[in-house]
Structure formats: structure tokens, C-alpha cells
């Protein structure tokens, strides 16, 4: 099934009217942080607010609408955003931690597993990491499961 069929199946069950998504699949792991959202373990996401500039994309919007697919491109469930913020990555909270659902789930961990991920991200556009670079915190619901 493509991202558009499950789109359509979507807004025709739950009544919803002219409603955009973008359909993407999670940063290093994705059938592994999926896996995290299908039994409602994560809830939340970051991304480095720089790579938005570069590649000129619109920040996560509260209510819009993704597919999310698995490191094949198949779709797996819409999620809707609930909340977004930007913050340095150094006052990231404990409880937006905890939300992406990853390893223990402790700040530790989160800053151990994104310092690596946003490093090597960046590093392909010839920027270093900081400790005080802007991270799109955005929390989410799972809506639909393929």
C-alpha cells in the first residue's frame, strides 16, 4: 500500500475534509522507532533545526498530519503533531526524553544516542554539532495503524 492509499482510507474512516500530510520514516532506525510508536512507547521526536533551513522544509506544524513508513518506504500509520518546540539541544527535557521512548528513556541516553545521530546528520553538510544548536522537539499521537 502507498502512502496515498493509506491517506485516502484514512480521511474517508474518520470524516475528515481537504487535510494535507507528508509521508517519512524515522532518522537511524526506523522500523526500530516505529516498532516504539505502534505500542504507544513514543510519542515524541527531534530533529536538528538547521537541517530544516538547508534543505528548505517547512517545520512541523501542531495538527498537521504524517505517514510514517519502514526503512522499506511501505506505510505503517498516520501520526498527528500535538506539539512543537524549538530548544538547544543542552536544555532538551527529561520529559521530552522520556516521550521518544528510545533506549531507558533517561535524558543521559537521549543526549548520548542524538549528540551521535545529529553529529554524523550534519557532518554531511560540512557543520559541527553544538551543544547550544536548536532541536525541533515535536510530540505526536498515533491516529491510524496500517
Not at 41 to 55: G, H, V
Request: net charge negative; glycine share 2%; hydrophobic share 45%.
Amino acid at each position: 500500500m502507498q502512502a496515498e492509499d493509506l491517506w485516502l482510507k484514512f480521511i474517508e474512516e474518520k470524516e475528515i475534509k481537504d487535510t494535507a500530510y507528508e509521508a517519512w520514516a524515522f532518522g537511524e532506525a526506523p522500523d526500530v522507532l516505529l516498532e516504539l510508536v505502534l505500542i504507544g512507547r513514543k510519542t515524541a521526536t527531534a530533529s536538528a533545526f538547521q537541517l530544516y533551513e538547508i534543505e528548505s522544509e517547512d517545520l512541523p506544524t501542531v495538527s498537521a498530519y504524517s505517514v510514517i513508513l519502514d526503512s522499506k518506504d511501505e506505510v505503517a500509520c498516520i501520526i498527528r503533531t500535538t506539539k512543537v518546540t524549538l530548544v538547544p539541544f543542552n536544555e532538551v527535557s527529561a520529559s521530552h526524553a522520556f516521550k521518544e521512548g528510545e533506549d531507558d528513556r533517561t535524558l543521559e541516553s537521549w543526549r548520548l544516542v542524538h549528540r551521535l545521530f545529529f553529529s554524523k546528520e550534519l557532518e554531511k553538510y560540512k557543520l559541527e554539532f553544538s551543544e547550544e544548536m536548536l532541536v525541533v522537539c515535536e510530540e505526536f499521537e498515533l491516529v491510524y495503524a496500517a
